[in-house]
């Protein structure tokens, strides 16, 4: 009997996690009268899309969000692909539109490259804050000349030792 309720246990938990962790797949907002008739101009515009950001959403791709401005965005990618445009050109034009913030990865030029540049700086310098602070501690804590004749020192230590 035992062994019956443990596999009904089982089974239950099986069950409640079946339907609280979700089976991961691929957020596509695309529909279906978005999609092109050529596959490859579509594998292109599906590249692009994943490294657009919504402006809407924010931390989505404009592949992933269901916004109208996504939407819009999707299609723009789109019809500047039919019309010849390379990958390039469609990111400048985007970019030239709505600012690098379209952008899910940032460039690593002009401007930005002093925020890439500026996270490494600052833990370099509070490294060397760190390693200058710690040996100017060790050297005060080296024990300094106290000035004493040998016979004193011998005197302070008898008085510690008795204390």
């Known amino acids: 009997m035992t062994g019956l ?24 907002a695309v529909q279906p009268d978005e999609v092109l008739d050529d596959p490859v101009l579509e594998n292109r515009a599906r590249e692009l899309s ?5 402006v809407v959403c924010q ?22 692909l039919v019309a010849g ?15 690098e913030f379209v952008l899910l990865k940032p460039r690593t030029d002009g401007w930005n490259l002093i925020l890439w540049l500026s996270g490494p700086a600052l833990f370099l310098l509070a490294l060397g804050v760190g390693v200058v602070y710690v040996r100017g501690r060790a050297s005060a804590a080296a ?12 005197r302070l230590k008898e008085i510690l030792k008795d204390s």
């Open 50 to 54: 994943k490294g657009l950001r919504c």
């Open 85 to 99: 445009d390379s990958d390039e050109q469609v990111l400048e034009y985007l970019v030239a539109r709505y600012g």
């Open 5 to 28: 309720w443990n596999t009904v246990r089982l089974l239950a938990l099986i069950l409640c996690l079946a339907m609280v962790i979700p089976i991961a797949s691929p957020a596509v």
């Open 59 to 80: 931390n989505e791709s404009i592949d992933e969000s269901n916004a109208d401005l996504a939407r819009e965005l999707r299609l723009v990618v789109r019809e500047r």
């Open 143 to 154: 024990p300094a000349e106290t000035g004493l004749s040998e016979d004193e020192a011998a």
